[in-house]
């Protein structure tokens, strides 16, 4: 356990704001560009911010089990997540997307539990029960209601599951490698699984169509993703268990619908103010000094 829990607790947090912000962001990216370009995109500009960390370290050696750990964090974290995430936020609104991704606590936990055989001690178990009664919540209103929200829905539900995978290989990952290292080489697996579905999209698109904006805002989506998100998650992991780590990514609904609202002029609901607070009530019985069961 990390000496320097509060700094760790505030990596997490960082970290998933970062993500929140830039899923309700890319929003209006989708509308831009193609999902696999765009997603081609976002790891081609991470490959090139880190290059030098993507470049064979002097000395360092990594198992075989390290890279089969990379992948498949990449594959459900980078590759899939980006799939499922990029169409669902097309189909549904960022205050939806925030609202279904608050269940990633929920998901992260279970999976900790059956892959990493971590216990959940009663205080994890408590915030996770507050999120699950949140989404509840949200669930039982009728304000997100819309004719092409389901298939949204659904894909958004598959990037949780996606997403909370990443979190837990990522627990063993970052035992043996420095962050940047770790991001660079899971930006570098997705590139090369996105890159066959990037070139059919680029092919036939027109670049000239992209406002300036929208590249701007590519680059933000593309270092968010592929750097400062990882980067931020990964020294943070260090220092906690991945289930305990999980409730905080509760940080990711709470700046995706505060993006969608301030930015983007969707709406919250009661329900979405019932549902975040007990999302920052399980952060507390967390992130609170005091001895942990």
Do not use: D
């Not at 890319?26 to 030098?52: D, E, N, Q, T």
């Not at 020294?235 to 991945?242: K, Y």
């Amino acid at each position: 356990m990390s000496a320097h829990p509060l700094r760790s607790y505030a990596l997490l947090l960082a970290s998933m704001a970062v993500v929140g912000s830039y899923v309700a962001l890319s929003k209006p990216l989708v509308a831009a560009l193609p999902v696999f370009l765009l997603a081609w995109l976002r790891f081609g500009i991470g490959g090139l911010a880190m290059l030098r960390q993507t470049l064979p370290q002097p000395g360092e050696r990594i198992s075989g089990a390290t890279w089969r750990a990379l992948f498949l964090q990449s594959f459900f974290g980078n590759f899939l997540f980006s799939i499922c995430m990029l169409y669902g936020v097309s189909k549904t609104s960022a205050t939806a997307a925030g609202v279904i991704l608050a269940t990633l606590p929920a998901m992260v936990a279970l999976q900790s539990r059956v892959i990493l055989g971590e216990r959940l001690a009663p205080r994890n178990l408590a915030a996770v029960l507050l999120a699950v009664a949140g989404i509840a919540t949200l669930g039982l209103s009728k304000s997100e209601a819309g004719s092409n929200s389901l298939a949204g829905n659904l894909l958004l539900i598959g990037a949780v599951a996606c997403e909370a995978a990443y979190v837990v290989i990522g627990k063993r990952v970052s035992a043996h490698l420095p962050p940047l290292r770790v991001s660079a080489l899971i930006n570098l697996v997705g590139l090369l699984l996105m890159t066959p579905f990037g070139l059919w999209q680029a092919t036939s698109f027109n670049f000239a169509s992209v406002p300036v904006s929208m590249w701007w805002l590519l680059l933000f989506y593309a270092l968010g993703a592929s750097v400062f998100s990882v980067w931020l998650w990964m020294s943070g992991l260090r220092g906690v268990p991945a289930n305990h780590a999980g409730v905080f990514t509760i940080a990711l609904p709470l700046a995706s619908s505060a993006v969608g609202v301030i930015f983007l002029g969707e709406t919250l609901h009661l329900p979405h103010f019932i549902a975040f607070g007990c999302a920052v009530t399980g952060v507390l019985l967390v992130a609170w000094p005091g001895k942990r069961g």
